[in-house]
């Protein structure tokens, strides 16, 4: 099964060889996550770098971010010293949002304290976090003038409660300056804490997101620090803590999973309540992060879409290019109780 992989003798290896699978991560992951790599692509003459198509298909083709809202952002973010999700994760929609005047941030830094392996996200150890970054964001948000502000973060593990006080903070201080603004928070999962999940409930955002992000078969080699049962559990916990709630999560599609696991991924969601979908193309980042393994069409997001309809969902968003914020004013409008 292996005979075709390439191997490697990494530095503190111990002289051990490691398949060519570990090098392409680029990560110390581990022996079962690399099998499972290996195995997806052992049909393949070339091992793991055969599964990355060559070249991007038209439809993911974007035009070059820079008008003028674009820099007026991008100025304003760094004056006030905050993150986007949009440019740490290099989302291709960077362009067209802000242009929009809408922007993703990303709060306690730019440091996450785990390393997924489809995520563009600087690892490392985070500095300590600012108490008044919240205070900073609304200013933000009340100088770009949003309806509509979704909140993110990197994961902080380092954090007794991951980090959920300042979520919940920069829903009250948006909520003091623009009370007519909606509020998306997008969630960690806090290792699990319910405590640090009530925290982030009670604060009453508009909607609250966790992205489910994989199918269960291929989580511990994408997203080895998470787990699949736990991030469904948060959302029924959310719902269960707060049964008005708008929930929501999101999938990305490419990364070798099989078309009935991606609708069996989507009934889950579906089973713990969650109101909105996203369902998107995964982009690799970079060589060092997990391959794509195929493209979908426009086509079959559509069809992704209409399933997940049929499911049950109150609103999905499926396309190649969409992301969890993807026209999130949108998402909100639609999603929104009648």
């Not at 490691?18 to 990560?27: H, N, T």
């Not at 083709?61 to 003028?68: E, I, L, R, S, T």
């Not at 996200?121 to 976090?129: A, L, R």
């Not at 078969?217 to 719902?239: F, N, Q, T, V």
């Amino acid at each position: 099964m292996v005979s075709g992989a390439a191997f490697v003798t990494p530095c503190a290896g111990g002289g051990k060889t490691l398949g060519r699978a570990v090098a392409c991560i680029g990560r110390g992951s581990y022996f079962s996550q690399v099998m499972e790599l290996v195995q997806l692509t052992a049909d393949k003459p070339d091992g793991i770098r055969a599964r990355q198509p060559e070249r991007k298909p038209p439809w993911l083709k974007v035009q070059a971010p820079g008008g003028p809202n674009y820099v007026e952002i991008r100025r304003l973010m760094r004056d006030l010293d905050l993150h986007t999700v949009c440019e740490e994760a290099r989302c291709p929609n960077i362009g067209e949002c802000w242009e929009h005047r809408a922007a993703t941030f990303m709060v306690l830094g730019d440091k996450c304290t785990r390393n997924c392996a489809y995520c563009a996200v600087s690892h490392g150890t985070p500095t300590e976090y600012d108490p008044d970054e919240p205070a900073r964001l609304a200013r933000a948000v009340e100088k770009i003038g949003l309806n509509h502000v979704v909140i993110t973060s990197v994961d902080r593990d380092d954090l007794p409660n991951g980090g959920a006080e300042i979520f919940a903070a920069c829903v009250h201080e948006i909520r003091s300056r623009l009370p007519h603004t909606s509020v998306e928070l997008l969630i960690p999962d806090f290792k699990g804490s319910e405590a640090a999940l009530r925290m982030v409930v009670t604060a009453r955002p508009d909607i609250l997101n966790h992205n489910l992000e994989t199918v269960q078969r291929l989580y511990r080699m994408a997203r080895p620090g998470g787990s699949y049962p736990r991030a469904l559990e948060l959302l029924r916990r959310a719902k269960a803590m707060d049964p008005a709630s708008v929930t929501k999560s999101g999938l990305m599609c490419g990364l070798g999973e099989e078309w009935d696991e991606l609708l069996g991924a989507m009934q889950d969601l579906c089973r713990e309540g969650v109101d909105l979908l996203t369902l998107g193309q995964y982009l690799r980042p970079s060589a060092s992060h997990l391959p794509v393994a195929r493209f979908y069409t426009p086509a079959e997001f559509d069809d992704l879409r209409d399933a997940g309809l049929e499911m049950g969902f109150r609103h999905v968003e499926a396309g190649p290019l969409v992301r969890s914020s993807y026209h999130a004013w949108e998402q909100a409008r639609r999603g929104a109780p009648a």
